[in-house]
């Protein structure tokens, strides 16, 4: 198997691949690029990938190496494949990789990329335009919900709008801050715009994954920030989002079950000491029992390979 980088991309001058041809008048320069072709091709076996630039390579001049190998494509046992789709997230359409393909998009997908690092100032500006291109999904975790969420929840509602789902994980109202009216409030006109609010019990993470390929990740709340000093990372890389997804068992845990006692939808997650994960009713009818203490429905959730 041979793989052959021409290093020429679409901008700049024709260089030596570029011009590499046989043609009557071809210097020796031309002619020993052909040689180089010529190298690459008959020491295959099995497969042979060239990597270049379809631009350039399609329109070369006739005669050329490049015009012979822009003839190929589309004959049987040639595949062009854009590079872009090696490294596209996994809910876009791709074409057939073949096997060697699929397992290079593999490798390829765990590349990360820190593409940007705000604080409190610059952040929001650049949250915003991440909600607004979003295309799949939504997913916060957010502990604390106050004023900072009436900026958020007009971009959130034309997300949701157009399709995207939207799940979020705040922290349960056992936290003094978060059992405030106002703050009760607020969170109900988000559960009113999104399609999922999973209160957890002392929860802590400030994270963004927008359409399972951008990560935000640092110390700042994004429904309540306001006036401290805070550091955001914003990471590209689908293999690492997903993974990331995956660890805080996102998809698991923003499926909370109705209550098996009242029926209610007022679940919130929580984890015992020994480290299993449950779901409790917080429903106060439900979870206090006749002599006034607390007896809330619970059940514990199973993680898969025999795990809770």
């Known amino acids: 198997m041979v793989v052959f980088d021409t290093v020429e991309g679409a901008d700049g001058r024709e260089l030596w691949m570029s011009l590499a041809h046989r043609e009557p008048g071809a210097s020796d320069w031309a002619r020993s690029g052909v040689r180089l072709f010529n190298v690459a091709a008959t020491r295959v076996q099995t497969r042979l990938y060239v990597i270049g630039s379809w631009e350039r390579i399609s329109s070369a001049k006739k005669g050329t190496a490049f015009s012979h190998l822009a003839a190929l494509v589309g004959m049987p046992g040639v595949r062009r494949l854009r590079a872009g789709h090696l490294i596209t997230p996994p809910h876009e359409d791709t074409p057939s990789r073949g096997e060697f393909g699929a397992a290079l998009a593999d490798v390829l997908s765990r590349h990360v990329e820190i593409t940007g690092i705000d604080d409190e100032t610059t952040f929001f500006s650049t949250f915003e335009d991440e909600i607004r291109t979003a295309r799949t999904s939504v997913w916060l975790w957010a502990p604390w919900v106050a004023n900072r969420v009436r900026g958020i929840l007009p971009l959130l509602r034309e ?26 409030s ?24 927008i359409d399972e390929r951008t990560v935000m990740l640092g110390s700042l709340n994004t429904l309540s920030q306001s006036w401290t000093r805070e ?21 698991l845990f923003s499926r909370p079950p109705k209550c098996a006692r009242c029926g209610g939808t007022s679940i919130e997650l929580r984890r015992r000491r020994n480290g299993v994960w449950f779901w409790r009713c917080y429903d106060t009818v439900c979870k206090t029992g006749r002599n006034g203490r607390s007896d809330a429905w619970n059940q514990d959730i ?6 809770s």
């Open 231 to 251: 550091v955001m990372l914003t990471i590209r890389g689908g293999h690492f989002a997903r993974k990331l997804l995956e660890h805080e068992h996102a998809e």
């Open 302 to 307: 199973r993680m898969g390979r025999g795990r």
């Open 186 to 209: 607020l969170i109900a006109d988000l559960r009113a715009v999104v399609h999922t609010v999973v209160p957890v019990n002392v929860m802590h993470q400030k994270i963004a994954v």
């Open 159 to 184: 997300a949701a709008g157009r399709g995207v789902r939207v799940s979020v994980f705040i922290r349960d109202d056992t936290d003094r801050l978060q059992a405030r009216p106002g703050n009760q």
